[in-house]
């Protein structure tokens, strides 16, 4: 199977075929801030003599045009780039349905991470259309919020551009050569580099790095994901930064597996008895409430 991405501009045009701007804060506009970006990732694809389809520069196809196309030109990635809203926080995040996603999720962040400064909020599970439209590997990447990223993202937007068509490439073990002369053979892919293979941030935040962390640790598949949560466990996690799903599924192993080294019932959904042990464990006030203090401690002992 060849290389051939699909790149997006999200929003431009909406299923009616009317003007969609996407989310617009002050001077930033979604749809022309990721259409910067758009550019500087096919100008890595040119460069490198790859081939590619997009809807860049015209950004006259709606999602169902896009997936659609998609799909019927054989492509084997699709990316889609956006902003999100004003009241989001800043960095940047991947969505994804398929463990596939996930990855070529993580190997565009860390590719940017690895090249810039920037706030990698991790990936996250979201069954939107241009992400379920499609069986390849596929995601939704949220470039960073339009209030606090949208100017650097306009100012900086192309090399933002360039990391995430080195990250697509990573992932699909293209060899490429980067616009600055540094020559990359053969990208090790995820499978082979885990990115709960190093120590993870200690921020206080539990957010898919530190779930895939402890999956590693725990001997459990590694997907950053507590599949199967409870919705009303949700309260006593008090930030979500997307790794919990509260689907009221069947629970996690990872989380069986957590709660037997802390000697709560196994039954693989984190609730106030989970909170209260892992508290303990950890030795920081056991109110049953997971917030920073919590996740910042469980991260000490994850990098230990
Ligand atoms: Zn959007």
């Not at 969609?20 to 002050?26: C, I, L």
């Not at 895939?212 to 598949?221: E, L």
């Not at 989380?255 to 008895?273: H, M, T, V, Y």
Request: contains cysteine.
């Amino acid at each position: 199977m060849g290389f051939k991405p699909f790149i997006a501009i999200g929003h431009g045009v909406t299923t009616e075929n009317k003007w969609d701007p996407g989310t617009v804060w002050e001077n930033n506009v979604e749809a022309d801030i990721a259409k910067i970006i758009v550019g500087g990732i096919l100008e890595v694809f040119v460069s490198n003599g790859k081939d590619y389809v997009t809807d860049y520069p015209e950004n006259d196809m709606n999602i169902i045009e896009c997936v659609e196309s998609a799909n019927k030109r054989g492509c084997t990635h699709y990316v889609s780039i956006h902003l999100d809203w004003e009241k989001a926080e800043s960095g940047m995040f991947a969505l994804y349905v398929s463990d596939a996603g996930a990855a070529l999720g993580a190997d565009i962040r860390n590719a940017v991470t690895s090249r810039m400064d920037y706030i990698d909020k991790g990936n996250r599970y979201q069954d939107d259309y241009e992400v379920t439209g499609t069986l390849m590997e596929a995601t939704i990447f949220e470039a960073g919020s339009i209030d606090d990223d949208g100017q650097f993202l306009k100012d900086n937007g192309r090399f933002f551009g360039n990391c995430i068509a080195y990250g697509i490439m990573d992932r699909a073990g293209e060899n490429y050569k980067e616009l600055d002369g540094s020559v990359v053979v053969a990208p090790s892919k995820p499978e082979n580099k885990p990115e709960s293979s190093g120590k993870i941030e200690e921020d206080g935040k539990w957010g898919s790095d530190t779930t895939s962390k402890a999956q590693n640790k725990f001997g459990t598949p590694v997907d950053g994901v507590i599949s199967g949560q409870l919705e009303s466990c949700r309260e006593y996690i008090c930030e979500d930064y997307g790794t919990f799903e509260w689907d009221n599924g069947d629970g996690s192993p990872f989380i069986s597996a957590l709660q037997r080294l802390i000697g709560a019932n196994d039954d693989g959904w984190f609730g106030f008895e989970s909170a209260v042990k892992l508290q303990t464990f950890l030795k920081v006030p056991a109110d049953g409430y997971i917030g920073p203090v919590s996740v910042l401690a469980f991260q000490k002992w994850l990098n230990s």
